[in-house]
C-alpha cells in the first residue's frame, strides 16, 4: 500500500499549492501542512519552500517527486489490471468438480463457454475428494454436499436427489428388499466415506449401516459394479438417470430417498472475490441447471 503523506505530497505537487490540494482531498490546509511536514521529518529532508498559495521544490523534492510520481502511475496500473480482471471474462480460471458431474455436466457443456468467453482459460480438476480450494489456488469448485463449508461463499445450483437402485439382474438373483431392514440381507455398494446412507423414510431420517462389497475409492466405479448386478447403490439422479430410463438399472424401495438437504453448489474460496471468468462460468452453470436440471427434463425412470 502507498504511503498515504507520499500521496498527499504528490497531490500537492499536482495541484500546485497546498490550499489547492486541501480542496482536491477535502480536508484542511494545515491538515496538508502537517502531513507533509511528518513526511519531511521522516525522510530528514525538506521537499518543498511553501506557503498556502505557493509551493517551491527543492532539489531533493524534485528528485523525489519524480521517483513518487512513477511509483504511483505504476500502482495506478496495477489496480486498473485487477478491478479489469473483475469485470471481464479473461484469463486463467481453474476449477476442481466430482469425476462423476465433471464428466457427464461440465466437459459436454464447455464449448458454448470457451466459444463465448476465448480469453479464458480452464484448467478443469475432477476429484471426489474435497480439496482445499485456497491451498490449491483453485477459483471455483463444484461440491455436492448437504452442508457448504463454512467460511467459504456458496450458490445453491440444483437439489441432488439419490435413490437406491440396483440391476434387474441382482434383484432377479437375490430377490428384491422391501423394507430398509431387508438390506442387511443384501450386498451394498459404496465408495469409501459414503456408508452410512442417510436417508429419508416416511418423512423420516433413517441410518443404515454396513460395508460396502467390493471396497473402492470410486465413485463411479460404484455405479459400473451396479449395473454389472453386483449389488444395491445409492445414487445420484443426476449420475443414474439415463441407466434408469435404459433399463440397466431398477428403483429400489422408491419410497425412500436421500435427504433432500444435499445439493450441487459452486463454491467459492474462502474470502476471494470472484474473478469476472467465475461469475461468468457460475452464470453458465445457474442456465444449464435452473429452472429445471437437465436429467429432469426428459421425462420420470420407471
Excluded at 17 to 41: G, K, Q, T, Y
Excluded at 128 to 151: H, K, N, S
Excluded at 188 to 210: K, S, T
Aim: hydrophobic letters at 45%; one cysteine or more; glycine letters at 6%.
Amino acid at each position: 500500500m502507498i504511503d498515504p503523506d507520499i500521496e498527499i505530497f504528490a497531490r500537492v505537487v499536482d495541484a500546485g499549492s497546498l490550499a489547492a490540494a486541501a480542496r482536491d482531498l477535502h480536508i484542511s490546509a494545515p491538515m496538508v501542512s502537517r502531513r507533509l511536514a511528518r513526511l519531511e521529518a521522516r525522510l530528514g529532508v525538506t521537499l518543498a519552500d511553501r506557503t498556502t498559495r505557493r509551493l517551491t521544490l527543492t532539489t531533493q523534492g524534485e528528485r523525489f517527486y519524480r521517483d513518487v510520481a512513477a511509483l504511483l502511475e505504476s500502482w495506478r496500473q496495477a489496480e486498473a489490471r485487477v478491478m479489469n480482471a473483475t469485470r471481464i471474462a479473461a484469463g486463467p480460471l481453474r476449477i476442481s468438480a466430482p469425476t462423476s458431474f465433471g464428466r457427464l455436466y461440465l466437459a459436454p457443456f464447455l464449448k458454448p463457454f470457451a466459444d463465448r468467453y476465448p480469453d479464458v482459460h480452464i484448467t478443469l480438476d475432477l476429484s471426489d475428494g474435497f480439496v482445499d480450494l485456497v491451498e490449491q489456488r483453485f477459483d471455483l469448485a463444484i461440491r455436492i454436499t448437504g452442508d457448504a463449508p463454512a467460511g467459504d461463499q456458496a450458490e445453491r445450483l440444483a437439489g441432488s436427489a439419490r435413490l437406491l437402485c440396483a440391476a434387474p439382474a441382482y434383484l432377479a438373483d437375490h430377490g428384491e428388499p422391501l423394507s430398509l431392514a431387508d438390506l442387511a440381507e443384501h450386498r451394498l455398494l459404496a465408495a469409501d466415506g459414503q456408508l452410512p446412507w442417510r436417508l429419508v423414510a416416511d418423512g423420516a431420517p433413517v441410518v443404515i449401516n454396513g460395508r460396502s462389497h467390493i471396497a473402492t475409492n470410486s465413485s463411479e466405479v460404484v455405479r459400473e459394479l451396479a449395473i454389472a448386478g453386483m449389488g444395491i447403490a445409492l445414487r445420484s439422479l443426476w449420475d443414474v438417470h439415463s441407466d434408469l430410463m435404459g433399463g440397466r438399472l431398477r428403483p429400489v424401495l422408491p419410497s425412500v430417498t436421500g435427504s433432500s438437504e444435499v445439493g450441487i453448489y459452486a463454491i467459492l474460496p474462502k474470502g476471494h472475490v470472484a474473478s469476472a471468468a467465475a461469475k461468468a462460468f457460475i452464470a453458465h452453470l445457474r442456465a444449464l441447471l435452473q429452472p429445471v436440471a437437465p436429467w429432469e427434463r426428459h421425462g420420470t425412470p420407471p
